[in-house]
């Protein structure tokens, strides 16, 4: 079973900055695109950002020239950089992989998600 272990959340202040990790782990697998999510109280899930295993970034507008997303392909991780936090951008973080296993007959491809990091931006 593949799990993606999420790090990186905590309290800042506005203008601060903080960066969050995303690795997966559990077996020999091929991840396609991967990305970050999140859902602050009383709303709903919404995507941050979006990474191709080449590299190619999509960011949602709110975020952009703040957020920056990279990967690690022979780390199986996903990062994002989070910068000039604002209050707004409070809210539980989820990354999000599509993965193939090959450790079973036939192999699989599906979503995985990570268990969620809180980011909390408050002076």
């Known amino acids: 079973q593949v799990q993606l272990v999420e790090s990186g959340g905590g309290l800042v202040q506005p203008g601060g900055s903080l960066r969050l990790s995303c690795a997966a782990s559990g077996g020999s697998v091929y991840i396609y695109d991967m990305g970050w999510y999140r859902q602050a109280p009383g709303k709903q899930r919404e995507p941050v950002a979006h990474?191709?295993?080449?590299?190619?970034?999509n960011y949602v507008d709110s975020v952009k020239g703040r957020f920056t997303i990279s990967r690690d392909n022979a780390k199986n991780t996903v990062y994002l950089q989070m910068n000039s936090l604002k209050p707004e951008d409070t809210a539980v973080y989820y990354c999000n992989a599509d993965v193939t296993v090959f450790s079973g007959s036939p192999y699989t491809r599906s979503d995985y998600w990570g268990q969620g990091t809180q980011v909390t931006v408050a002076s």
């Open positions: 990474i191709t295993r080449g590299h190619s970034q």
